[in-house]
């Protein structure tokens, strides 16, 4: 009789806890710059590792700078036309891309502030490419798809052209905070290398602690990744946060069991859960590594959107969450938690394609391993 009291007992305290909504108390939260909109334009790969990198400028100089996202928009666009032409139109070639893109253009073409280079024009206060894009995507098609005449070598200045009009001529120098700078020498003042930067995924159709060309849609420049166990990966993301490092996040946004609007993202165990559970607290499906493949090779977790990890929470049974900054802007009706969302552990182990970190945050063991 003890023995079944104790069960009821059991099993009404876990109903209870499967009816609660909500209770988060904040673990680690790391510093950076404010939640912004990158409207309407498919440039999360910009927004968010822009924000990541704002934060590292915070981490290595003490400087909160506010960083132009259109400027690595802008150079970026005529390397994918490039890479669409010279592939003869067999490449991918839209709005997307990936932390890389970002970094690749940093090294490239520099850093420059937002009040340099804001890739809006007068009366202009919302980012929106939609136009802009029909125009290129055009222009690439006509140039691809031209028998019988030899490719004009004016298609260069003509993309150019189109972004010149769209979001802006390229800034050569600037001053800021009264000093002058270029692109090259605003980078060297924020102390940013690069080449610190590396990314890290977590798959079995590759081998583990080797660098490999993730199979992805938006990885149009063929950008390398480690490849790490899932543990290894989350405990990545874990060390970071505990050690003063934000992280960057290629994840799938697409489940129903993500809410911007409620500020939320798990998975639930059961799937009779899934919009209860943005809500109020319900029992999550353990993630193994083979799930997370399963998910990943029949389509249902896809690269759908980029954004930064800037923190780690607690609700009131434990359970572990990470402070996740969006780029859809603070309006309420829209968003929760001032334009976060929480992501469960669950969340994150089978949702998260891949992150970028600065070297010096991966774990000991994981470093040496990949002879960093």
């Known amino acids: 009789m003890k023995h079944f009291i104790l069960f009821f007992i059991t099993l009404f305290t876990l109903t209870l806890s499967a009816q609660e909504t909500y209770k988060f108390t904040t673990v680690t939260?790391?510093?950076?710059?404010?939640?912004?909109?990158?409207?309407?334009?498919?440039?999360?790969?910009?927004?968010?590792?822009?924000?990541?990198?704002e934060s590292e400028i915070i981490r290595l100089t003490g400087k909160n700078i506010d960083l132009s996202e259109m400027y690595q928009v802008r150079n970026t666009y005529p390397l994918k036309a490039e890479n669409f032409i010279m592939?003869?139109?067999?490449?991918?070639?839209?709005?997307?891309?990936?932390?890389?893109?970002?970094?690749?253009?940093?090294?490239?073409?520099?850093?420059?502030p937002e009040e340099a280079f804001s890739g809006l024009f007068a009366g202009e206060t919302k980012y929106n490419h939609a136009e802009m894009v029909a125009v290129l995507e055009a222009m690439l098609k006509t140039y691809v798809d031209n028998p019988g005449r030899s490719l004009s070598p004016k298609?260069?200045?003509?993309?150019?052209?189109?972004?010149?009009v769209y979001i802006?001529?390229?800034?050569?120098?600037?001053?800021?905070?009264?000093?002058?700078?270029?692109?090259?020498?605003?980078?060297?003042?924020?102390?940013?290398?690069?080449?610190?930067?590396?990314?890290?995924?977590s798959f079995t159709h590759a081998p583990f602690y080797s660098k490999f060309i993730l199979n992805i849609p938006d990885n149009w420049?063929?950008?390398?990744?480690?490849n790490v166990p899932l543990d290894e990966m989350m405990a990545t993301i874990d060390n970071a946060l505990e050690n003063g490092f934000t992280v960057e996040l290629d994840c799938d946004v697409s489940e129903r069991s993500f809410?911007?609007?409620?500020?939320?993202?798990?998975?639930?165990?059961?799937?009779?859960n899934t919009m209860k559970a943005l809500n109020r607290i319900y029992p999550e499906k353990e993630i193994t590594q083979q799930y997370r493949q399963e998910e990943f090779e029949n389509y249902n977790t896809t690269d759908d959107h980029l954004m930064h990890?800037?923190?780690?929470?607690?609700?009131?049974?434990?359970?572990?969450?990470?402070k996740v900054k969006n780029s859809w802007g603070t309006d309420e009706t829209r968003v929760a938690n001032g334009g976060?969302?929480?992501f469960s552990e669950a969340y994150m182990r089978l949702k998260a394609i891949s992150v970028t970190v600065h070297k010096d945050a991966v774990t000991k063991g994981t470093a040496k391993k990949l002879s960093l």
């Open 340 to 342: 976060y969302v929480y």
């Open 168 to 201: 802006g001529k390229n800034v050569n120098n600037f001053t800021f905070e009264g000093k002058q700078y270029t692109p090259e020498s605003f980078l060297k003042m924020t102390k940013i290398v690069p080449e610190d930067y590396i990314n890290i995924t």
């Open 87 to 112: 592939r003869q139109g067999k490449a991918q070639f839209g709005e997307g891309g990936l932390a890389h893109d970002v970094m690749n253009s940093v090294a490239r073409n520099g850093l420059v």
């Open 259 to 272: 809410s911007s609007k409620e500020g939320v993202a798990v998975i639930p165990e059961n799937a009779e």
């Open 29 to 53: 939260d790391l510093e950076t710059t404010p939640v912004i909109s990158q409207g309407i334009t498919g440039t999360c790969w910009s927004f968010s590792s822009i924000s990541f990198l």
């Open 221 to 226: 420049s063929n950008g390398s990744f480690y």
């Open 309 to 322: 990890i800037t923190g780690m929470l607690r609700d009131q049974n434990g359970t572990k969450y990470y």
């Open 155 to 164: 298609w260069r200045a003509a993309i150019e052209g189109v972004l010149d």
